[in-house]
């Protein structure tokens, strides 16, 4: 029977048990207990407490401002509107103006200086009349037609004084009702404005008085905030402790998997595409760079090494290790390969530094 060269495919399920970070597992059990005051790794620091208490010793001495903002607010509240000053102007006009703007001073003959001018151009009309009479040899007196002439030259010497005079009242009385007009309308829009601004004054100091009121409890305010500040501080710094030591306190716990596997009798390896599933359940296994994404370094252990953040391709979940190129180029004998996808031995990859760790704890 002959025999001809082929493949075959065998499928094999195993279960591991394996804590990858064991060598790390006493420096985490130790860390929390370095962290005393005295290295200065929790609470604040001597310049912090420096600062705090200049700052408690300023806001004990108050808000420099405390007494102008409540003066402030004292002004605020008792602005006055000066529209009355506005409506004073506006009666004055009208007493000036009223007369005229009502024609009381069309009554042009009650006025005595006009009166007076009449007179005297009245006489001088009179008179020449009489001087051109007598110049004739006649004389006006009982004469009617001299009477009449006296009675027509005063006419044509006072009605152009007349009717100017009237002209010039009625246009004094148009005016003056225009300016009480006007001014009423300026008096009105004026006074107002100087209402809502003084309005708008004692309502500014509603904000101004609870301003005085912050002012006068600033020194209470800012201890209290100082003092929670400074009470703040030790969480704070415990806080960014938690945050790099937990994930990498998590790694020291054991991990279980099962992975399945694929072997050709052809003797040729698995490809990275072909272990799949098998690096997502044994992934702690592997430490090669290829099987590996999102690679993010967090930190580096005692001997230099790097240490880094990362999620095999096609598995959601993160990790912490190192990366099996780099750990072989310093410690090649703690670097193998399952299928052709490097490995890292964690206790003789880390050995040096705990070695490290060990003889500085011993100094």
Do not use: C
């Not at 048990?17 to 001597?46: C, H, M, T, V």
């Not at 009675?151 to 152009?160: D, E, I, K, M």
């Not at 300016?179 to 004692?202: C, I, N, Y």
């Not at 996808?341 to 990859?349: D, F, L, R, S, W």
């Amino acid at each position: 029977m002959g025999s001809s060269k082929g493949s075959s495919s065998t499928q094999t399920s195993q279960k591991s048990q394996s804590e990858p970070w064991a060598p790390a597992i006493p420096y985490l059990k130790n860390f929390l207990g370095d962290l005393d005051s005295s290295r200065g790794l929790l609470g604040p620091s001597g310049d912090q407490l420096d600062a705090f208490a200049q700052l408690k010793q300023n806001a004990a001495q108050g808000n420099p401002f405390t007494d102008q903002i409540r003066r402030l607010a004292g002004d605020q509240f008792g602005l006055q509107s000066r529209s009355g000053t506005v409506d004073d102007a506006y009666g004055r006009l009208q007493t000036q103006l009223g007369d005229i703007a009502g024609g009381r001073n069309q009554d042009i003959l009650s006025d005595p200086r006009l009166q007076a001018m009449l007179k005297q151009v009245g006489d001088e009309a009179q008179n020449r009349v009489q001087g051109i009479f007598a110049g004739s040899g006649r004389d006006v007196t009982g004469n009617a037609a001299g009477q009449q002439a006296i009675g027509r030259g005063v006419t044509a010497a006072q009605l152009p004084i007349l009717m100017n005079e009237y002209a010039r009242q009625q246009g004094r009385t148009d005016s003056a009702i225009r300016d009480l007009f006007s001014g009423g309308q300026t008096a009105a829009t004026t006074g107002q404005q100087l209402d809502t601004s003084a309005l708008q004054g004692r309502t500014g100091g509603i904000d101004t008085a609870a301003k005085a009121l912050q002012a006068g409890n600033y020194s209470q305010e800012a201890i209290l905030n100082l003092d929670q500040q400074l009470k703040n501080l030790p969480m704070q710094d415990l806080g960014l402790l938690a945050s790099l030591l937990l994930p990498v306190a998590g790694l020291g716990g054991q991990q279980q998997g099962t992975g399945t596997s694929n072997t050709e009798s052809s003797g040729s390896s698995a490809t990275l595409g072909g272990l799949g599933s098998a690096i997502a359940g044994i992934g702690s296994l592997f430490s090669d760079e290829r099987v590996k994404e999102d690679i993010t370094e967090v930190g580096e252990t005692k001997d230099g090494q790097k240490v880094y953040r990362y999620r095999y391709k096609g598995d959601p979940t993160w990790h912490m290790g190192l990366i099996a190129q780099e750990v072989e180029k310093n410690h090649p004998e703690a670097v193998g390969a399952v299928g052709g996808i490097k490995t890292v031995e964690y206790g003789a990859a880390t050995e040096q530094a705990a070695h490290m760790k060990k003889m500085k704890r011993k100094g």
